[in-house]
Nanobody, 125 residues
Framework: QPHMVESGGGSVQAGGSLNLSCTVSGFAMTYCLAWFRQALGKEREGVANLNTRASPTYAESVLGRFTISRDIAKNTLFLQMNDLKPEDSGIYYC????????????????????WGQGTQVTVSA
C-alpha cells in the first residue's frame, strides 16, 4: 500500500529556511517524486520534481531558492527551502508517479498518483 508522510513544516520569517521531508513506503523511491503546494484559495501547483536519474525540475518561482533531493536508503524525499518569501506560504504535499518518468515541467495534480497529507508552511513578512 503506497504511503507518503510529510514533515518539517512550520512558521518562519521572510528570508528564513525550512527543510521538508517526505517518508515514502509501498513503492520504489526511484520513480518520479515531486513537491506541490497549495496556498489558501488557490489551486495546487507543482514546485519541484525529481526523475529516476535524480535530475530535478523546478517551478520558475522557486528556482535558485529550493532544492529537491532524495535519500533512497532512508526512503525519504526532501525539499530544502531557502530565502523564503510570504508567497511561499501554503500546504506542501509530496507526490509519487510510479512506472512512468516525470512530466515535463513541475507537473499538475493529474500527473501524480500518490499523495501525502500535507504539511503547513507559513512565512511572515
Amino acid at each position: 500500500q503506497p504511503h507518503m508522510v510529510e514533515s518539517g513544516g512550520g512558521s518562519v520569517q521572510a528570508g528564513g529556511s525550512l527543510n521538508l521531508s517526505c517518508t515514502v513506503s509501498g513503492f520504489a523511491m526511484t520513480y518520479c517524486l515531486a513537491w506541490f503546494r497549495q496556498a489558501l484559495g488557490k489551486e495546487r501547483e507543482g514546485v519541484a520534481n525529481l526523475n529516476t536519474r535524480a535530475s530535478p525540475t523546478y517551478a520558475e518561482s522557486v528556482l535558485g531558492r529550493f532544492t529537491i533531493s532524495r535519500d533512497i536508503a532512508k526512503n525519504t524525499l526532501f525539499l530544502q527551502m531557502n530565502d523564503l518569501k510570504p508567497e511561499d506560504s501554503g500546504i506542501y504535499y509530496c507526490a509519487g508517479r510510479p512506472y512512468r518518468g516525470c512530466p515535463s515541467g513541475p507537473g499538475t495534480i493529474s500527473d501524480f498518483d500518490y499523495w501525502g497529507q500535507g504539511t503547513q508552511v507559513t512565512v511572515s513578512a
